[in-house]
């Protein structure tokens, strides 16, 4: 078999190591566009289980790389004049020039030929190959040749970088982060010899540009670079090769083979720096690519077995990749927070580490970790300190026992909008299960505001009754704070229970529907009718008489609902709000009607009781309304009085393509709390009290909202956070005091 590899960076050396070694006979030539020796960029960095692959893959390969690497098992962020390490992270790096040369050398021991100074896009230059296999990197004239057929996305990141080296050798992988007159840099450091290490500087495009950065030479940004950095360099220089400010380019294809042809590596993906990952997935590649072959199948079949055994591992490190860059592109935002809380931030930020990940490398780290968040919250002097999710927390003269909220669940179970005993042990188990706060369900304002003839409601007076008597259980019985969400389906009402038939409209019984604009949910729903004066006076006037009843009620809480496509939702989304007047158009007028309604409920709920407020982050379509709006809204509804933000998304239109994931949402909820200034509630598939634990510590919301029953027993959930470090007899009691006696909540 003839193959022909374009591009001689790891990708493309090491599948022609392992391909010759699988098969000898095979007519293999690797074609590099550099002269011989000629390489960018200083170190690459591999994990434990990265260099297992490689040693199973091909042994001496392995050993060379193992008998030049450094390695360390620290990081170190420096912020604020501080020093935090965490331990039990153990990578090793190599230095990129030294790792090509291990790969070459092992190339030509096993006959492949090698051609320098060869560009390799011309057809003419793989003719008559059995295989064409791209490697020729993030610049991929293959794939750019070819768009039509790879459909290549490729994302430009929003934070000029530049990649120098060091000739001070970092004892960890360290982050460094500096802010001068000029705005705020961060470095990632790592080394990768005994003599040099890595040396990456970041900003944002402001920061660059004031800096002049944009106008600089190469030399004119290293010693900027170097003068600001001189306290952690410490006297060594900063190394340049052919080094230039860019940003970088996540690149994702719609398929990898086309043909004879199959894109690896950085030509197939790329994945950002900061989880470092790059040189790992190309190698990593070029191992599944020649499984695949072996296998005997056809090369049709091999390209087809390769691209679906890797893609689902490539998605999720670039889904890791893209969430830690973008972490580090917002970096401005936790520029005021306290070393502790900044470093927890930092290395929980792509979500694959979490705080009892963080617990097993170093667990004098996160005890350290936690008595200064106990300190801080309510919890000074307590031994042990608790886990981060069992301190209390306040809103207004609220207080809540821990920071698990039991989300709002729609159980469409009432009678003409009054709640049942359904209500009463679907609410009051999750209350005594040991939550800090229990919100009932969406609650209409008025009957023609339910979702479902089965929504419960906040319209007649009998509904009071109904309240207070399971509000009345839940103080009796528990711990928790309950709240009650108040809201108007608008758009989305008049529709089937959920399991005849979600969106469905009734078959008969209809109600009339209203909406910020004639646009219905969905070409089967009614048409709703605009809102004019008089119908937004009526539902502002409703909300308002339903928080006197909840106040009547007993609730401790009032949440507001901004979400999900239903009626103030509707006139927040530009996708639903397509008015002419004053309550259409930018969005501070599209939150005039939404905000006036805020007002009408904070001026008859009593000052010192909180109102919360949900919200959708985005719309997840193109054009609608997205995570930078939604930082401004919650700026508007933080000077209104609200007091936190429920922070959802999606479910405004049928059109939604949410990107889903574990604590998808959480991003969202940590934006506008560091960038509003406003306490959040993040939710969505949070899944552990691993996962609110390292929400609470890090800084990304405040509380954390459970939901559906497979991911939220409480009674699990919360014992099980208290077990990961003590049993009964030591936990303190008040933690525990809400556990139930008997069974499972």
Not at 368 to 390: I, K, Q, S, T
Request: aromatic residues 10%; glycine residues 8%; charged residues 25%.
């Amino acid at each position: 078999m003839k193959i022909s590899v374009i591009g001689g960076g790891p990708a493309g050396l090491y599948f022609g190591i392992l391909m010759k070694r699988a098969d000898p006979s095979c007519d293999l030539t690797i074609l590099e566009r550099n002269p011989e020796g000629v390489t960018w960029g200083w170190g690459v960095v591999f994990s434990d289980e990265t260099l297992e692959n490689f040693q199973e893959a091909d042994e001496p390969t392995y050993r060379r790389i193992a008998e030049t690497f450094a390695r360390w098992e620290s990081i170190e962020i420096l912020h604020r004049d501080r020093v935090i390490r965490c331990g039990g992270h153990v990578f090793y790096g190599i230095r990129r020039m030294r790792l090509l040369e291990i790969l070459q050398t092992r190339c030509r021991e096993l006959g492949v030929t090698l051609r320098f100074s060869t560009e390799g896009a011309d057809p003419s230059d793989f003719a008559g190959a059995d295989l064409v296999v791209a490697a020729d990197g993030v610049n991929s004239r293959i794939r750019s040749d070819r768009a039509d057929v790879f459909k290549p996305d490729i994302e430009v990141g929003r934070s000029p970088y530049i990649w120098l080296a060091t000739s001070r050798v970092f004892p960890a992988f360290t982050f460094i982060i500096r802010e001068n007159e000029h705005g705020l840099f961060q470095v990632h450091a790592y080394p990768f010899d005994e003599a040099a290490s890595t040396f990456i500087v970041e900003t944002d495009e402001a920061t660059w540009r004031r800096a002049g950065l944009d106008r600089a030479t190469e030399a004119e940004s290293v010693a900027y670079c170097q003068s600001l950095f001189a306290p952690e360099l410490a006297g060594h220089s900063l190394m340049s090769n052919k080094s230039t400010w860019g940003r970088f380019r996540r690149v994702r294809c719609g398929t990898w083979r086309h043909g004879n042809i199959v894109l690896i590596g950085d030509a197939a993906h790329t994945a950002h720096f900061s989880i470092g990952s790059g040189t790992k997935m190309a190698m990593e590649d070029s191992i599944a690519l020649v499984g695949a072959l072996r296998e005997g199948t056809g090369i049709p079949s091999a390209l087809e077995a390769f691209e679906e055994a890797r893609r689902i591992d490539i998605l999720k490190r670039q889904r890791a990749a893209e969430v830690s860059q973008r972490w580090f592109e917002g970096i401005a935002r936790y520029r005021r927070f306290e070393p502790e809380q900044f470093a927890a931030s930092l290395m929980t930020r792509s979500k694959r580490v979490t705080h009892g990940n963080l617990r097993k490398r170093d667990p004098g780290y996160i005890a350290e970790l936690d008595r200064w968040f106990a300190d801080r919250n309510g919890c000074a002097g307590v031994e042990p300190p608790p886990p981060p999710m069992f301190t209390p927390y306040r809103l207004r003269r609220m207080e809540l026992v821990n920071r698990v909220v039991v989300s709002p669940m729609c159980q469409y179970s009432a009678s003409d909008g009054t709640p049942g005993d359904w209500h009463l042990v679907h609410l009051g188990s999750r209350a005594i299960g040991g939550a800090g706060l229990v919100i009932a369900e969406m609650t209409d304002v008025s009957r023609d505001g339910r979702i479902t003839p089965g929504c419960s409601g906040m319209y007649k007076d009998e509904h009071v009754a109904a309240w207070r008597r399971i509000v009345d259980f839940v103080h009796a019985h528990s711990k928790a704070r309950i709240a009650l969400q108040l809201a108007h389906a608008g758009r989305k009402g008049s529709t089937k229970l959920m399991w005849e038939g979600i969106d469905d409209p009734l078959p008969e019984g209809n109600w009339p529907l209203i909406s910020a604009s004639a646009i219905p949910w969905s070409p089967a729903n009614q048409v709703p009718r605009a809102m004019e004066r008089a119908d937004m006076d009526q539902v502002r006037d409703d909300f308002a008489r339903a928080a006197e009843m909840a106040r009547e009620a007993g609730f401790d809480m009032l949440e507001i609902h901004f979400a999900h496509g239903y009626l103030l939702s509707s006139f927040i989304s530009p996708l639903t709000n397509t008015r002419a007047d004053e309550y259409g158009g930018p969005l501070e007028n599209r939150m005039r009607y939404p905000l006036e309604v805020f007002d009408a409920v904070r001026r008859v709920w009593p000052v010192d009781r909180p109102i919360s407020v949900r919200i959708s982050a985005t719309d997840w379509v193109e054009g609608g309304f997205e995570p930078d709006h939604a930082v401004e809204a919650s700026i508007m509804l933080k000077a209104h009085g609200c007091d936190i933000i429920d922070v959802s998304s999606g479910m405004t239109t049928p059109r939604a393509a949410p990107v889903y994931g574990a604590m998808y949402q959480t991003p969202f909820a940590d934006r506008i709390r560091n960038e509003a200034g406003i306490p959040t509630m993040a939710l969505g598939n949070i899944q552990s009290w691993d996962q609110v634990n390292t929400i609470i510590v890090a800084g990304h919301a405040d509380l954390c909202v459970l939901a559906r029953p497979h991911l939220f027993d409480p009674y699990f959930t919360l014992h099980a956070a208290a077990d990961q470090k003590h049993d009964d007899a030591h936990w303190p009691n008040q933690y525990l005091a809400a556990r139930p006696r008997r069974g499972r909540a």
